[in-house]
């Protein structure tokens, strides 16, 4: 059996993994997550007990940015033993085309992970104003296939999407274009980098913004830790909470000043701090 094969009690187990995520995201206030490409070199190095530490941090879940190597089981159980849950996973386009999409549902369904957020695409797809709708009009798609198996798409911004096109923001122009199922990832931090105010942003598209990247932006300092920088949190989180539908605050943090176990407890902290 291929590791991305279920047997019908595996696709059991994982469904009532999905049931349980989803309500326990639905109860209360949203949960705070980490990206696991923060800590990307220590998973390299040692991915057991990588995650053991973001759990005993107090992290309740991760967001996937590859899998080094371990099957839909093995990654999962590294979670359990953890106490930690899977709030997405950052794949590629490609894994969401053709027979490739049920293989990527099998696998998060293993994950017991309901969002499948692609993190970048190739200029193809967004090279002229005719590519970026077509892409809209593929993610429309690509919502409506994964629905049926209790999954959302998404997408993730990174800075060009806040430069203009015809007068229009590029943002505006893919997510004007798209159903509500498809998943506002916002990027607090790379947003900002890119010129792209998130309050407005936020505000523009209710319900979407499902998962949410808390990142740091300082214009005096690059390597600013999560709430050291000028992001107005407070109306950020607020908004998350009253208008964007957030179930989970991702903290996610690139910069490799600091050691990253280090820096992502600082970061725990820091939106704790803030009433994350």
Known sequence: MSKHELTRREWMLAAGGLTAMSVAAGAGKPGLALQLYSVRHDCEKDLPGTIAAVGRIGYEAVEFAGYYGRSAKELRKLLDGAGLKCCGTHIG?????????????E???????????????????????????????????LADKAKPHGMQVGYH?????????????????????????VIMQFD?????????????????????????????????????????????????????????????????????????LETVAKCYKGLRKMGV
């Open 188 to 260: 607090t931090g790379n947003a900002r980098e890119g010129g792209g105010d998130p309050i407005p942003f936020l505000k523009r598209y209710p319900g979407r913004a499902v998962t949410v990247h808390m990142k740091e932006y300082s214009s005096k300092d690059k390597d600013a830790l999560i709430g050291d920088g000028e992001q107005p949190w407070k109306e950020i989180i607020d908004l998350c909470r009253t208008v964007g539908g957030t179930e989970w605050f991702i903290a996610e943090y690139e910069s490799e000043k600091y050691p990253p």
């Open 107 to 141: 696998f998060n369904k293993v994950l017991g992970n309901r969002y499948l957020i692609v993190p970048w695409l190739d200029d193809k797809y967004h090279a002229t104003k005719k590519a970026w709708l077509d892409t809209a009009r593929l993610f429309n798609e």
């Open 157 to 181: 911004n990174h800075m060009f999407e806040f430069e203009k096109f015809e007068g229009e923001y590029l943002w505006d122009l893919f997510f004007s274009n798209t159903k509500k199922e």
């Open 93 to 105: 386009l490609d894994t969401l085309l053709g027979d490739e999409l049920l293989k990527t549902v």
